[in-house]
């Protein structure tokens, strides 16, 4: 599986975006870009995952760069219930598409 | 839908005593999977099943067993127990053609 890099710690304003980098340059051709969060605690929760083009749903907007080689989670309009930590995983969608996690970014998101 | 739901929550354990960690989903997912997170780090598979009565090593399986006998159920079972083990373990199923893992709240488990 290809290897994920973020940074450790991030700070966001309440209601900007929060713009999450993860590089992934070992990445290959069937490996899909994951995002998932972790609120304090809890169970992680998906968020939203790509292949090759920009993808949007109701949480956030993921970019994928042309190459694959890095990804950007957005959230366009951060609250404080955004305050997570988030991780990128890049695995292939095969039997078993067991998921790992590394460290992640923890996102503050500040009044 | 209650969703992935575990049993118990919270569990302390002294050294060499054994339990089971239960793991329901009601969703009709062919996957489930058992994690474990140690503090300040990321969730890491000790076992996972891709169907009834089928299961599998992930990264960390030593110390653990699991067994599928019903779809709906994934059951983690320690043997003896040991301090290492400390964590919280979380569960998660998914369909076979979903790309979303959906995770129970987790089980605090202390061995002392």
């Known amino acids: 599986d290809a290897k994920t890099t973020q940074p450790t710690s991030m700070d966001c304003a309440e209601g900007r975006a929060a713009n999450l980098p993860c590089n992934h340059s070992t990445i290959s051709g069937n490996e899909y870009v994951y995002w998932y969060r972790q609120i304090h605690s809890q169970g992680p929760q998906y968020i939203i995952h790509?292949?090759?083009n920009n993808e949007t749903n109701e949480m956030a907007s993921l970019i994928i760069t042309e190459d694959r080689k890095s990804s950007t989670l957005i959230l366009p309009h951060a609250t404080l219930r955004d305050t997570a930590v988030y991780y990128c995983i890049v695995r292939s969608h095969n039997a078993g598409n067991m998921l790992t996690f590394g460290g992640g970014t923890r996102l503050m998101v500040k009044p | 839908n209650a969703g992935v739901t575990q049993t118990p929550k919270f569990r302390v354990l002294k050294t060499g005593q054994s339990m089971t960690l239960l793991c329901a989903q009601d969703m009709n997912h062919e996957y489930m999977y058992w994690y474990r997170q140690d503090p300040g780090m990321g969730l890491r598979l000790i076992h996972y099943s891709v169907g009834e009565g089928t299961t599998a090593k992930g990264e960390v399986p030593d110390g653990y067993n699991v067994s599928r006998l019903k779809k709906q159920n994934f059951l983690l079972g320690l043997e003896s127990a040991a301090p290492s083990q400390t964590s919280v373990y979380f569960c998660a199923s998914k369909t076979g053609i979903s790309y979303e893992q959906y995770f129970g709240p987790g089980t605090r488990l202390t061995v002392t």
């Open positions: 790509g292949l090759k």
